[in-house]
């Protein structure tokens, strides 16, 4: 089993920034797939940006040039740093780790809470 915790979410003001931070319970980065995911009030979750154990990275099209997704294997944490925020990126954010060749090993966090409004 993998625990992930993500921890880093606020209330900020358009424009500004945060980072949120995912740790998990033990070093996964060269078996899982990593990736931020968010859900707003209304819509489906969608995808907000995933970085494979080959070192790709993909990013949602609402977040591209914004925000960056790296890992520090060290600590076991994989973070989102998110600049240039927009109301419409309130949403609950997740952390995700999966294996691809093995979908039964699927872990999610719980969710950090990003609100940008004035």
């Known amino acids: 089993q993998v625990q992930l915790v993500e921890s880093g979410g606020g209330l900020v003001q358009p424009g500004e920034s945060l980072r949120l931070s995912c740790a998990a319970s033990?070093?996964?980065?060269?078996?899982?797939?990593m990736g931020w995911y968010r859900q707003a009030p209304g819509k489906q979750r969608e995808l907000v940006a995933t970085?494979?154990?080959?070192?790709?990275?993909n990013y949602g099209g609402s977040v591209k040039g914004r925000f960056t997704i790296s890992v520090n294997n060290a600590k076991n944490t994989m973070y989102l740093q998110m600049n240039s925020l927009k109301p419409e990126d309130t949403a609950v954010y997740y952390c995700?780790?999966?294996?691809?060749?093995?979908?039964?090993?699927?872990?999610w966090g719980q969710g950090t809470q990003v609100t940008v409004s004035s």
């Open positions: 995700n780790a999966r294996r691809v060749l093995a979908p039964q090993y699927d872990f």
């Open positions: 970085l494979s154990t080959g070192g790709n990275i």
């Open positions: 033990r070093t996964i980065f060269s078996i899982y797939t």
